[in-house]
């Protein structure tokens, strides 16, 4: 089959090109790109929380949210946005399954205003997300800020202990480490992609600040997490004893910055089991597996397990009032949403890996088309995008996170990176095969 012409530059740049701009165009940003872009500064910046006036006098992030609902609504409402694929159908009926299903069942008023507000959000973000990035640059543009938001979170996050007090996603210490975490297959990517020396610096900072906000807050599960990126990362390397050896490099320079109580911490992972934190969220989760058993099908109700803990525990371990967490992303989904939920949650999964399959079509397909070095940088993005998912799963087994937007957000960037693939062997004249 004769190619069509000019396809190798099949958005007008091509990704090598691109990894050679320190700054993006102006036809790169949009207003969608500008809302998203202005709640990952105000959320995972943490810039409402630094300066209360922006939340309490100037409302930012309740404007952010209100405009890009609407901006949702009129994207589905003029058809300028494509909702016909798996994971955008499965995400949909999460979200209005937890937002209709929270007002018939979550007890507490305030956590049960706040998740129709958080998933309504969620839901509309999405729908930005894909209507408005649509080319490799604009994704770059976006995760950039994301990075960099992430960036100040966590210099903030080093000087306050190794958490940031006024921002509600990672006030805690095992938060901010996850999120880090997850920030770091991208910075680690980019600054072995980039070609640009002043961005691969940028990048290094990023990765410098992540690890060294990792290890100031002393979480165990956050150091897993940092252990399953840096592996998955090398993994996807092509020189792996090389870059094997700069990324220990890079881990025992930061090691040796390393309170000591980060190391008291890690001891405790010796003691398995028996260790007292471990032992109580294990007991956490036989609650939480206690309550799935007497409500198999749709749970106990979003954000309720704290609320039905007493009930559990019936005075075994704790005072009769005490609400507790359950400390547990995938236990916290069987328990509160059921089989029903969890089946929605793992169909989500399935269609995200599908996302990752689909990237041999996309090698298949456009090897002839396209710059082998582009066609090798989008498969490693598409690599980093599947990693992140993996890291956020190896901090979630010990964190409630139903509310959050990290994984939320997670999702968007693969979805976004699935799309923009298609569109480019659209573009080429070649059309994927298989369910989206």
């Given at each position: 089959m004769t190619s069509p012409p000019n396809t190798k530059k099949v958005e007008n740049d091509t990704v090598h090109y691109l990894l050679q701009r320190i700054f993006p165009k102006a036809s790169d940003v949009n207003a969608g790109i500008v809302l998203i872009c202005a709640y990952?500064?105000?959320?995972?910046?943490?810039?409402?929380?630094?300066?209360?006036?922006?939340?309490?006098?100037?409302?930012?992030?309740?404007?952010?949210?209100?405009?890009?609902?609407?901006?949702?609504?009129?994207?589905?409402?003029?058809?300028?946005?494509?909702?016909?694929?798996?994971?955008?159908t499965t995400f949909t009926v999460i979200c209005l399954f937890i937002i209709i299903y929270s007002q018939l069942s979550t007890k507490i008023p305030y956590v049960r205003d706040g998740l129709w507000k958080s998933f309504s959000f969620?839901?509309?973000?999405?729908?930005?997300?894909?209507?408005?990035?649509?080319?490799?640059?604009?994704?770059?543009?976006?995760?950039?800020?994301?990075?960099?938001?992430?960036?100040?979170?966590?210099?903030?996050?080093?000087?306050?202990?190794?958490?940031?007090?006024g921002n509600k996603w990672i006030r805690d210490e095992n938060e901010l480490a996850l999120l880090v975490a997850m920030a770091l297959p991208y910075a680690l990517t980019f600054c072995l992609q980039h070609k640009s020396k002043i961005k691969r610096f940028c990048y290094l900072m990023c990765i410098v600040a992540?690890?060294?906000?990792?290890?100031?807050?002393?979480?165990?599960?956050?150091?897993?997490?940092?252990?399953?990126a840096i592996f998955f990362f090398w993994l996807i390397l092509k020189k792996k004893f090389r870059n094997f050896l700069l990324l220990l490099l890079i881990v025992v320079i930061s090691l040796n910055f390393a309170p000591p109580v980060f190391f008291e911490e890690m001891k405790t992972l010796q003691q398995g089991t028996e260790e007292a934190t471990a032992d109580s969220r294990l007991y956490f989760w036989t609650k939480g597996l206690e309550m799935f058993y007497d409500h198999p099908f749709f749970g106990v109700?979003?954000?309720?397990?704290?609320?039905?803990?007493?009930?559990?525990?019936?005075?075994?371990?704790?005072?009769?009032?005490?609400?507790?967490?359950?400390?547990?992303?995938?236990?916290?989904?069987?328990a509160e949403m059921g089989g029903v939920g969890f089946g929605l949650l793992l169909l989500l999964q399935m269609k995200l890996l599908g996302n990752w399959r689909f990237q041999n079509s996309y090698v298949a397909e456009m090897a002839s088309r396209e710059d082998p070095e582009d066609i090798d940088t989008i498969v490693v993005f598409t690599h980093t995008a599947l990693?992140?998912?993996?890291?956020?799963?190896?901090?979630?087994?010990?964190?409630?996170?139903m509310s959050y937007p990290?994984?939320?957000?997670?999702?968007?960037?693969?979805?976004?990176?699935?799309?923009?693939?298609?569109?480019r062997m659209k573009i080429a004249g070649v059309f994927p095969e298989g369910e989206k």
């Open positions: 990952i500064i105000a959320e995972f910046g943490s810039i409402v929380s630094m300066y209360s006036f922006l939340n309490y006098q100037l409302r930012i992030p309740f404007l952010i949210a209100t405009v890009t609902i609407f901006y949702a609504v009129y994207l589905i409402v003029t058809r300028k946005v494509e909702l016909k694929s798996g994971i955008a969620y839901l509309s973000a999405y729908v930005v997300c894909i209507a408005s990035i649509k080319r490799i640059s604009q994704f770059i543009l976006v995760v950039d800020v994301w990075l960099a938001s992430i960036l100040f979170s966590s210099f903030h996050g080093i000087m306050q202990g190794g958490l940031v007090w992540y690890l060294g906000a990792n290890i100031v807050a002393s979480s165990r599960g956050g150091m897993i997490s940092i252990a399953i109700g979003p954000e309720n397990y704290p609320y039905y803990f007493p009930r559990y525990d019936n005075g075994e371990r704790f005072d009769r009032r005490t609400m507790r967490p359950i400390h547990s992303f995938p236990i916290q989904w069987l990693i992140v998912q993996i890291t956020f799963w190896g901090g979630a087994l010990f964190l409630s996170l990290f994984y939320w957000f997670a999702i968007f960037f693969s979805d976004v990176l699935r799309r923009i693939m298609e569109n």
